[in-house]
């Protein structure tokens, strides 16, 4: 069974960061492409960015490009996400997801003064 267990979100301020990381059982994590993407109120889900099995490619949306870094251990079987910069924008649930088909529960992420 693919469980992706992402930590309480919390509430930062623009400006600030966070680190958050998914740490994934059940699968062949070292195989697997993995993602992370949002859902921000009132809008669909956004896909944030990606990362392919080895960690050499990634891909990130245009919304987050520069601010954003994805990227893995798979020794560890854990995916994480350094966001820096944060806008009120970035105000979303996040989600940790597996080849963009299985997602975890989602953690929200507040940026707010």
């Known amino acids: 069974q693919v469980q992706l267990v992402e930590p309480g979100g919390g509430l930062v301020q623009p400006g600030g960061f966070l680190r958050p990381s998914c740490p994934a059982s059940?699968?062949?994590?070292?195989?697997?492409?993995m993602s992370w993407a949002r859902q921000a109120p009132g809008k669909g889900l956004e896909w944030v960015s990606d990362?392919?099995?080895?960690?050499?490619?990634?891909y990130y949306a245009d919304s987050v490009k520069g601010r954003f870094t994805i990227s893995r251990d798979n020794a560890k079987n854990t995916l994480y996400r350094q966001m820096n910069s944060l806008r009120a924008e970035d105000t979303a649930i996040y989600y940790c997801?597996?080849?963009?088909?299985?997602r975890g529960q989602g953690t929200l992420v507040t940026v707010s003064a």
């Open positions: 990362i392919n099995s080895s960690g050499w490619s990634t």
């Open positions: 997801a597996k080849d963009r088909t299985t």
């Open positions: 059940g699968f062949s994590f070292s195989r697997a492409r």
